[in-house]
């Protein structure tokens, strides 16, 4: 069953000057970010014993990193700590030094695990700009999977962690044709 983005929400952390100003030092506005989003089409059908979620994130990680390289970001290691084996989705840059955009999908239940991670990225010096994308219902993606976060819960969450450094959470609705 192919997938299709149909709608994409976005929330900026801490405020939104920043993270549009921090956007805009690596090329890139906002609404370009929520277009990479809105233009994902999975071809690939669901499996039996694999969560159509797995495959969409698979997809989405690939997707993603294509549209910043197509407006000249490079691939960079995605790497937030060599200490911890801790990696992210996808990451770009202007070029191989920090800072870098670094993102994370999660159709997973762990999402504050992610803020953690770009946390220390934060504190590395390697995160310029942070970009967490969420389903913003979980039935659209996969019904049967009741422990997929929801963009609501994710951006009352990320409000209470109050990050420092630049984050856009980007919920998206899909279907299943």
């Known amino acids: 069953m192919p997938f ?11 405020h939104e000057s920043v993270v549009v100003e921090t956007a805009v030092g690596f090329g890139v506005k906002i609404d370009q970010l929520c277009e990479f989003v809105r233009s994902f089409v999975s071809q690939t059908a669901a499996r039996p014993n694999i969560g159509h979620q797995q495959v969409l994130a698979t997809e989405l990680e ?4 294509q549209s910043l390289a197509s407006i000249g970001l490079r691939a960079v290691s995605k790497s937030v700590s060599p200490i911890l ?10 070029g191989q030094a920090p800072p870098y955009i670094l993102g994370e999908i999660e ?5 504050e695990k992610d803020l953690v991670k770009l946390s220390i990225a934060a504190r590395r010096g ?14 659209e993606i ?17 409000a209470e962690f109050a990050p420092t450094f630049p984050l856009i959470v980007i919920g998206l609705s899909g279907e299943l044709q």
């Open 107 to 111: 159709f997973r239940p762990n999402f």
């Open 142 to 158: 996969n019904p049967g999977y009741t422990s997929m976060p929801q963009y609501d819960k994710v951006i009352r969450t990320v």
């Open 85 to 94: 084996g801790e990696r992210v989705d996808f990451a770009a840059g202007r």
């Open 62 to 65: 690939q997707h993603f990193a």
């Open 4 to 14: 299709r983005v149909t709608d994409v929400e976005y929330a900026l952390f801490p």
């Open 126 to 139: 390697i995160l310029g700009l942070g970009i967490l994308l969420v389903a913003k219902a979980r039935r």
